[in-house]
């Protein structure tokens, strides 16, 4: 369990041919009737053999998640199809800063990136932003703090949108510009940007960095939402 609503759930894919961090996998389940439900959903650890981590939110009313978090179990069959994306992907032979910003479960790509980075021994310079509604609702908490202590050059900064911690300077607010510029890198150092997260928080991360003067091919953006 990484919070009260998001779990980590680990696969065995025999034969993976291995994935770069942010990019996503399709989960496809089978009702015994023949029913079929598909989810994307972003790994969250770079590549280990056939081993994916994945890091799934529940959704209110959702179809995938409520199953794959209360009723699937160990040993179970589930179908993946990936992996998917090669445009939202950080690769270790990278060598300029990376700012993350993360809105909610929009963390796990840019986790699976942090994770990578330590596992190549990469000296990289990484700025997490990482924006929650509350302190409960941080994903990879205990891990965060650890990194944050132990990886040289990582850097992360919280916002909260409903409720602050004790001792937190200023109040609950959504991300703006006074964050992103002052926990981001300059323009001029040409960093290369990664912001996941709900469409509206995206958009608005994205002209805000744009805004800034950052090169916008250099911002990469990952929206996720609701099932129609």
């Known amino acids: 369990m990484e919070t009260p609503t998001a ?3 680990v696969l065995d894919v025999p034969d993976w041919p291995g ?24 790994m969250a650890g770079p590549a280990d ?5 994945l890091t799934v939110q529940r959704v209110a009313d959702g179809e995938v998640s409520p199953y794959l978090l209360d009723t699937w179990a160990p040993g179970d069959p589930v ?41 190549a021994g990469s000296r990289v310079p990484f700025r997490l932003l990482y924006s929650v509604r509350t302190p409960a609702d941080v994903i990879y ?28 300077r200023g109040e609950p607010h959504r991300v703006g510009l006074a964050d ?11 960093p290369l940007c990664y912001v996941c997260g709900p469409t509206g928080f995206v958009e608005t991360v994205a002209d805000l960095l744009v805004g800034l003067r950052h090169q ?6 990952e929206r996720f939402g609701p099932t129609g």
């Open 180 to 190: 992103v510029n002052s926990h981001g890198w300059p323009p001029d150092l040409e």
């Open 141 to 168: 908490a205990d891990e965060l703090r650890r990194r944050t202590r132990d990886d040289f050059g990582l850097d992360v900064a919280y916002v909260y949108t409903r409720e602050a911690p004790v001792g937190w």
């Open 79 to 119: 179908e993946v199809r990936g992996p998917v994306g090669g445009w939202f992907v950080w690769r270790p032979e990278e060598t300029a800063p990376v700012l993350l910003v993360g809105g909610g479960s929009g963390v796990v790509p840019l986790m699976a990136m942090v994770r990578a980075r330590r596992a």
């Open 19 to 42: 994935h770069l961090p942010g990019q996503h996998l399709d989960v496809r389940l089978t009702a015994p009737d023949g029913y079929q439900a598909a989810r994307s959903y972003s």
């Open 49 to 53: 053999g056939s081993r994916i981590e």
């Open 216 to 221: 916008p091919r250099r911002v990469k953006t």
């Open 7 to 9: 779990q980590t759930l």
